[in-house]
Nanobody, 124 residues
């Protein structure tokens, strides 16, 4: 069974930094694409940053130049470095991983998995 867990959220002052981590566990064969999303109260979930397996990263206009997405394929972890945080970055941050995994019977399956989310609050 695949499990995805985010960590690293918290309370930070405007202009501060946080580094979010998203780790996958289970019978993971490979992580294909990965993305970080966020959802603020009363708003729809939006894509913040994406990193495909072999393509270039992409970012929402609102975070370009401040956020950086990266991945460690050996550790099966995806990161989101967030610098110069603003109050409007306050949201629950979720990661979504497109994963190839192996079932107990040895079948290879592909699926997209969400973590439980981690709260980021930017406030003085």
């Amino acid at each position: 069974q695949v499990r995805v867990v985010e960590s690293g959220g918290g309370l930070v002052q405007p202009g501060g930094s946080l580094r979010l981590s998203c780790s996958a566990s289970g019978r993971i064969l490979n992580i294909n694409a990965a993305g970080w999303y966020r959802q603020a109260p009363g708003k729809q979930r939006e894509l913040v940053a994406g990193i495909p397996i072999g393509g270039t990263t992409n970012y929402a206009d609102s975070v370009k130049g401040r956020f950086t997405i990266s991945r460690d394929n050996v550790k099966k972890t995806v990161f989101l470095q967030m610098n110069n945080l603003k109050p409007e970055d306050t949201a629950v941050y979720y990661c979504n991983l497109d994963i190839w995994s192996s079932t107990e019977t040895g079948e290879h399956v592909q699926g997209k998995y969400w973590g439980q989310g981690t709260q980021v609050t930017v406030s003085s």
